[in-house]
């Protein structure tokens, strides 16, 4: 089966530009969510939803960052515009709800905003 | 907030040790997982536990959830050199708040 699936695997913008990452969860799960990794603060979670409605928004660091999950088979992270700081890894995870929390990870997105 | 404060932060062992790492928690967690992530991936879970004093094996790999709810071990026996990575911790509280709270993590190296 296939697992979730992330894209870009990597981006490099420039500063001010609009980025766009893209995930595609598990079949069947209905919990989707985003997770920043950085070197100094971990794996920070941003965003998550469940059943294609976004329940908890609080990690998203500031305006410029936004997610929307239209279907069950699709969600998008957009930073607009973006930032030198926002240069992480970002991972799109889900899960059964009822699965006490096993989340399947993504491979990444690794974004680089020169 | 919750904090998981993991331990520790990096080993360097020789193939054949075994290893121990653990995590501890700031309030009582209903769930730990134990994930692993190799360089350029996503975390993969590698095990999971939901109750108190539970003790779960995958293969080399063993995990306890502590008696007090607030800590949990992960063991990896006779390491191998593709046992290097990362390794996090993450809990949650349960209930509906399915947020799960993870380790800063623990590099693994392992000399052949």
């Known amino acids: 089966d296939a697992g979730v699936i992330q894209s870009p695997r990597h981006e490099v913008t420039e500063m001010g530009q609009e980025v766009t990452l893209r995930c595609k969860p598990i079949s069947g799960h209905n919990s989707l969510f985003w997770y920043r990794q950085t070197m100094m603060r971990g794996l920070e979670l941003l965003i998550y939803?469940?059943?294609?409605?976004?329940?908890?928004d609080s990690g998203m660091p500031e305006d410029r960052f936004s997610a929307k999950m239209p279907n069950a088979s699709f969600s998008t992270l957009k930073i607009q515009p973006s930032e030198p700081r926002d240069s992480a890894v970002y991972f799109c995870?889900?899960?059964?709800?009822?699965?006490?929390?096993?989340?399947?990870f993504g491979p990444g997105t690794r974004l680089t905003v020169l | 907030g919750q904090q998981l404060n993991q331990s520790p932060q990096s080993m360097f062992i020789q193939e054949g040790e075994d290893v121990s790492m653990n995590c501890t928690s700031s309030s009582i967690f209903n769930t730990w997982l134990w994930y692993k992530q190799d360089p350029g991936e996503g975390p993969v879970l590698l095990i999971a536990?939901?109750?108190?004093?539970e003790l779960t094996s995958n293969g080399r790999l063993t995990a306890q959830f502590g008696i007090t709810r607030k800590d949990s071990f992960l063991n990896i026996s006779a390491s191998i050199p593709s046992d290097v990575g990362i390794y996090f911790c993450?809990?949650?509280?349960?209930?509906?708040?399915?947020?799960?709270?993870f380790g800063k993590g623990t590099l693994l190296t392992v000399n052949p």
């Open positions: 993450g809990g949650n509280s349960g209930g509906s708040n399915y947020k799960l709270t």
């Open positions: 995870a889900s899960s059964l709800s009822g699965s006490y929390n096993e989340q399947f």
């Open positions: 939803f469940n059943n294609n409605v976004p329940i908890d």
């Open positions: 536990l939901y109750k108190a004093g």
